[in-house]
Every structure is written in C-alpha cells, then in structure tokens.
Nanobody, 113 residues
Framework: QFVESGGGLVQPGGSLRLTCSAP????????MAWYRQRPDESREWVAT???????TYTDAVRGRFAISRDGGDNTVTLQMNSLKPEDTAIYYC?????????WGQGTQVTVSS
C-alpha cells in the first residue's frame, strides 16, 4: 500500500504539494501516477511519471500540476499550482496502470474560499 500526504484546505489560486511514499521495489520498476476522486464521481487519472522520467497529464491539469520522482525513486510528488475549486478531490498514487493492492487512503484536497 502506498501512503499519500500533503493535502489540505487552500484558496483558489493557491498551491499544494502532495507526496507519495512507495516501496522502492515497486516505484523503481513501474510508471507511477496520481489519481483523484472528486465528490460523486469515479476515480480518474491525473498524471504519470514514466520510469525514465517523462511525464504526461490529463488536459484539466496540464500546465498547473507537475509530477516528479524524488529521493531514489521511492517518493513521488505532485506539485499543484493555480488550484481551482474543481480540483477538490481525494488524491491517490498508484502504479500506471493501477494495481488494487497499492491503493492507499489518499489525501484530501479542498479548494475553497
């Protein structure tokens, strides 16, 4: 199971940095991703960092969010800037494609004035 942290309450236009701790044995071998589940919606993919470091994003966050690997591949971060109310969700990390065995509790991000 991965462990997500860094969520919180932030005003529109603000920033948050999410962190995911994962076993090196997993994160070093696989593409890693962030997902989110907005209220009353299904979980959706947000961003991926490939094992070689390249990144991809869903259109809704491209240009505002940045995913990266840190610290010898066992930490994956999501820097979120220019946050909008529609970014309010529980954020999860997992491999890409995701594995049921790695879903953690997620971290709540609330964007509200």
């Amino acid at each position: 199971q991965f462990v997500e942290s860094g969520g919180g309450l932030v005003q529109p236009g603000g920033s948050l940095r999410l962190t995911c701790s994962a076993p090196v044995s997993v994160s070093a071998q696989f593409d890693m991703a962030w997902y989110r589940q907005r209220p009353d919606e299904s979980r959706e993919w947000v961003a991926t960092v490939l094992s070689r470091g390249m990144t991809t994003y869903t259109d809704a966050v491209r240009g505002r969010f940045a995913i990266s690997r840190d610290g010898g591949d066992n930490t994956v971060t999501l820097q979120m800037n220019s946050l909008k109310p529609e970014d309010t969700a529980i954020y999860y990390c997992n491999t890409n494609p995701p594995s049921d065995m790695y879903w953690g509790q997620g971290t709540q991000v609330t964007v509200s004035s």
